[in-house]
């Protein structure tokens, strides 16, 4: 397994297990320059996904912010928030909704547009999945320029929830995406 080649560190003030999520993601993370175009550095995090005990440690990390949250659902951005949506969301006993890409979800939608930092994009969810009453975590795998979190939230809160924070692996922080999300309590593992 490759380790990330920047420089690291655990979030200020945190507790043993976001510690320990931090250390697996320094492990298992690996950088990919140039992807998906060229001077963009890719997180890949599928080292971690192969590396059942890091997962888990990381899996723990992200379940502890969905509890201390009072998370009733767990909303996961296509595609890595998937990944890692679905075993929080189980371990804390909360419902799991998919905010997918543009034109993947059958049923009548909600939609929202935003900026990429290399691009544009569009979110949909379906318009009955939240409602009055959730208590939403949103779970990524990056936060990056916040554009992508701020439009899954924007999501969320038309069909009435109530969105508590986002949860996420890693934060760029040198993006700057969490002045975006200033009404999100927000936790990173791994800020970068």
């Known amino acids: 397994m490759t380790s990330t080649e920047t420089t690291s560190s ?9 510690a320990a999520a931090a ?3 320094r492990t298992h ?3 990919i320059p140039d992807f998906p175009q060229p001077g963009v550095v890719f997180k890949d995090i599928t080292p971690l996904l192969a590396t059942p005990p890091a997962f888990a440690v990381v899996v723990d990390a992200l379940a502890g912010a969905a509890a201390d949250a009072g998370a ?16 929080v969301a189980h371990r804390v006993g909360a419902g799991i909704v998919p905010i997918r890409k543009q034109g993947k979800l059958p049923g009548r939608t909600v939609a929202e547009s935003y900026a990429l930092e290399y691009g544009t994009a569009t979110l949909e969810i379906h318009d009955d999945a939240v409602g009055p009453g959730d208590r939403v975590l949103i779970v990524d795998d990056v ?3 916040g554009g992508t979190a701020a439009a899954a939230a924007n999501l ?5 929830a109530d969105v508590l924070g986002l949860a996420v692996l890693m934060e ?12 999100l ?3 990173a593992l791994l800020e970068i």
Not at 72 to 87: D, K, M, N, S, Y
Not at 173 to 183: A, K, N, Q
């Open 23 to 25: 250390e697996a993601l």
């Open 185 to 187: 309590d927000i936790t």
């Open 29 to 31: 993370i690996r950088d």
């Open 143 to 145: 936060l990056a320029t």
């Open 72 to 87: 009733t659902v767990v909303a996961g951005i296509e595609a890595r928030g998937f990944l890692l949506a679905a075993p």
């Open 156 to 160: 969320l809160r038309h069909c009435g």
């Open 172 to 183: 760029l922080t040198f993006l700057g995406g969490r002045s975006r999300l200033s009404s």
């Open 10 to 18: 655990a979030p200020a003030g945190t507790g043993p297990a976001l």
